[in-house]
């Protein structure tokens, strides 16, 4: 995968002890380095990346579901990070040891095959939010047409987790 970055991803703010998520942390040396950033104006989140070939599912050039929904969960997870430290009005660092969230269930809505040549972009919004849990919204674009939707429940990391 090559993942598009620009300046501090929300997982670069994950602790030390949470980022080697395969999908998305830092520290994976195998992992996929995915990134998720808010907009500027905070009311959504935003992933882009563009897939290796090795990722292609059973259809030549069409990327493999299951790095669709790996895609979901990890933009989801950090989405929910962020609209839950935004809620608060609190910025997303090291050091806010709040709202680190986890996936507890991920509904994929797999609408069009999703091209393995080119800019794949997905945008998440939130749906709702509590203190433990928030539910995202999020969808999956190449050439300005949605391939996939998902939504995702996740919950907030418990201290002793
Ligand atoms: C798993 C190891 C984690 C170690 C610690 C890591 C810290 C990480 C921090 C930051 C790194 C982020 C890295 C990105 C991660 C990338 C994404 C992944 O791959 S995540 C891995 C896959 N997910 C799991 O393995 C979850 C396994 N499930 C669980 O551990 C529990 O079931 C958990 C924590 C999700 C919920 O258990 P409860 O006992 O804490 O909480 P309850 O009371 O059951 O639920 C809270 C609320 O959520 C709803 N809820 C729970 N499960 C639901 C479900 N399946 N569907 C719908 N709602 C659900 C409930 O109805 C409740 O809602 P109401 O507050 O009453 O409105």
Redesign the pocket.
């Known amino acids: 995968m090559k993942p598009k970055k620009r300046n501090i991803a929300i997982q670069d703010t994950?602790g030390e002890r949470?980022q080697n998520?395969w999908?998305?942390?830092p520290k994976n040396e195998q992992g996929l380095h995915l990134k998720t950033y808010p907009s500027e104006d905070g009311e959504t989140c935003i992933t882009q990346f563009e897939p290796d070939n090795q990722y292609t599912g059973g259809v030549p050039n069409n990327l493999f579901g299951g790095m669709i929904a790996l895609v979901f969960?990890?933009h989801g997870?950090?989405s929910a990070a962020w609209f839950a430290h935004k809620n608060k009005g609190l910025a997303l660092t090291e050091e806010t040891v709040i709202g680190?969230?986890?996936?507890?269930?991920l509904e994929t809505d797999y609408k069009k095959p999703v091209p393995m040549d080119e800019t794949i972009t997905i945008r998440s919004s939130i749906e709702e939010l509590?203190e433990?849990?928030a539910i995202v919204r999020m969808k999956m674009e190449a050439s300005g047409v949605v391939r996939a939707e998902a939504r995702m429940?996740a919950?907030a990391?418990?201290d002793d987790?």
């Open positions: 994950y949470f998520c999908g998305c942390g969960d990890c997870t950090a680190r969230f986890i996936t507890a269930r509590s433990r849990k429940v919950v990391v418990k987790m």
